[in-house]
T-cell receptor, first 114, second 112 residues
Framework: DGGITQSPKYLFRKEGQNVTLSCEQNLNHDAMYWYRQDPGQGLRLIYYSQIVNDFQKGDIAEGYSVSREKKESFPLTVTSAQKNPTAFYLC?????????????FGPGTRLTVL | KQEVTQIPAALSVPEGENLVLNCSFTDSAIYNLQWFRQDPGKGLTSLLLIQSSQREQTSGRLNASLDKSSGRSTLYIAASQPGDSATYLCAVMGGGADGLTFGKGTHLIIQP
């Protein structure tokens, strides 16, 4: 089955810890994205990558880091510098970043800070 | 900075009705506009994508229109069914192709 997988589904973090959220796709897509969703707010872009070994900050990148060493993988690290990390995190991918390229989303990871 | 607004925030209608969800955006320099569906606690499912040069797209009972100059899009759902109950999200990709800007969504309930 082709698609996007995110793990874990639920993640609990103590204050001061870094955690890494996994995102893998087997769609052979070049572009990958990370979004954050909070109750009552729209999704907000954290980081995006249009090609391997390159990525750009989105609207709310502070306290997060990413890597894109392989085409199929785009892990997101939530660092201790992120002041309010409790949220639902969604990863997406598209063939490219052009006007005809639909973004496909994974099932999400719900992060809770204890 | 692009802003996307969706009206209404919530809608409850009886099964079988035709309905319209509205989306507006402030910057008309977009690559595309996409409509998504989100079920509770789940990821997003893509419904329709309209490129900036297009006026509308159709898929089954769904029809989405785009008026780029006025910064508006509508999603029309024909003959609504209880299975259509979900949150519908509108999102635009700006001219820099740097990710989507989302509205807050319309929470739709179809009453059996």
């Amino acid at each position: 089955d082709g698609g996007i997988t995110q793990s874990p589904k639920y993640l609990f973090r103590k204050e001061g810890q870094n955690v890494t959220l996994s995102c893998e796709q087997n769609l052979n897509h070049d572009a990958m994205y990370w979004y954050r969703q909070d109750p009552g707010q729209g999704l907000r872009l954290i980081y995006y990558s249009q090609i391997v070994n390159d990525f750009q900050k989105g609207d709310i990148a502070e306290g997060y880091s990413v890597s894109r060493e392989k085409k199929e993988s785009f892990p997101l690290t939530v660092t201790s510098a992120q002041k309010n990390p409790t949220a639902f995190y969604l990863c997406a991918s598209s063939i490219g970043a052009g006007g005809a390229d639909t973004q496909y989303f994974g099932p999400g990871t719900r992060l809770t800070v204890l | 900075k692009q802003e996307v607004t969706q009206i209404p925030a919530a809608l409850s209608v009886p099964e079988g009705e035709n309905l319209v969800l509205n989306c507006s955006f402030t910057d008309s320099a977009i690559y595309n506009l996409q409509w998504f569906r989100q079920d509770p606690g789940k990821g997003l499912t893509s419904l329709l994508l309209i490129q900036s040069s297009q006026r509308e797209q159709t898929s089954g009972r769904l029809n989405a229109s785009l008026d780029k100059s006025s910064g508006r899009s509508t999603l029309y759902i024909a003959a609504s069914q209880p299975g259509d109950s979900a949150t519908y999200l509108c999102a635009v990709m700006g001219g820099g192709a740097d990710g989507l800007t989302f509205g807050k969504g319309t929470h739709l309930i179809i009453q059996p």
